[in-house]
T-cell receptor, first 114, second 113 residues
Framework: EAQVTQNPRYLITVTGKKLTVTCSQNMNHEYMSWYRQDPGLGLRQIYY???????DKGDVPEGYKVSRKEKRNFPLILESPSPNQTSLYFCASSWRTGGNSPLHFGNGTRLTVT | AQKVTQAQTEISVVEKEDVTLDCVYETRDTTYYLFWYKQPPSGELVFLIRRNSFDEQNEISGRYSWNFQKSTSSFNFTITASQVVDSAVYFCALSETDYKLSFGAGTTVTVRA
């Protein structure tokens, strides 16, 4: 089954404790991206990647890191999480660079930073 | 500046009523793409439609229809004869040539039986 898999689904952590949210897709998609969803703000792009070893900042990259060492994986790293990073996170992928291909989304990761 | 504006935060209708969701976008690109996504209460995001900037034909898919008007930079979405299963948050999104995808804040649709 074609899918984007995020883990974990729920995560509660404390300020400053490094964490990684994993994202994997099995569709051989070139483009992958991370979004955060906050009430009243919709989805905001954090980082995106157009292919292996090619990543770029989205609209809200501060406090996040990503890597794209393999085509299928695109982990999101929070080196020192803070409470303002409490949010619902979505990973997404598409066949080509995001412009003309619809995104396939993972099921989301709800992160709480205390 | 917000590139995609969904002015309606929440809409509540009774089953079988029609509901129209407004989406206004802003871009200087001549080539761009517009999308609608649905987020039901279960939380996943589901792709509904894609439209490129050169195709202004309206589209109908079952009870869903979309009206794209470049002159007013709008890409509105209508649900005809709404059903309870249409209750969800609907997002309009714009993709420009810089490969970023900008989402609107979303419109929460509640359909009451």
């Amino acid at each position: 089954e074609a899918q984007v898999t995020q883990n974990p689904r729920y995560l509660i952590t404390v300020t400053g404790k490094k964490l990684t949210v994993t994202c994997s897709q099995n569709m051989n998609h070139e483009y992958m991206s991370w979004y955060r969803q906050d009430p009243g703000l919709g989805l905001r792009q954090i980082y995106y990647s157009m292919n292996v070893e090619v990543t770029d900042k989205g609209d809200v990259p501060e406090g996040y890191k990503v890597s794209r060492k393999e085509k299928r994986n695109f982990p999101l790293i929070l080196e020192s999480p803070s409470p303002n990073q409490t949010s619902l996170y979505f990973c997404a992928s598409s066949w080509r660079t995001g412009g003309n291909s619809p995104l396939h989304f993972g099921n989301g990761t709800r992160l709480t930073v205390t | 500046a917000q590139k995609v504006t969904q002015a309606q935060t929440e809409i509540s209708v009774v089953e079988k009523e029609d509901v129209t969701l407004d989406c206004v976008y802003e871009t200087r690109d001549t080539t761009y793409y517009l999308f609608w996504y649905k987020q039901p209460p279960s939380g996943e995001l589901v792709f509904l439609i894609r439209r490129n900037s050169f195709d202004e034909q309206n589209e109908i898919s079952g009870r869903y229809s979309w009206n794209f008007q470049k002159s007013t930079s709008s890409f509105n979405f209508t649900i005809t004869a709404s059903q309870v299963v249409d209750s969800a948050v609907y997002f309009c999104a714009l993709s420009e040539t810089d490969y970023k995808l900008s989402f609107g804040a979303g419109t929460t649709v509640t359909v009451r039986a």
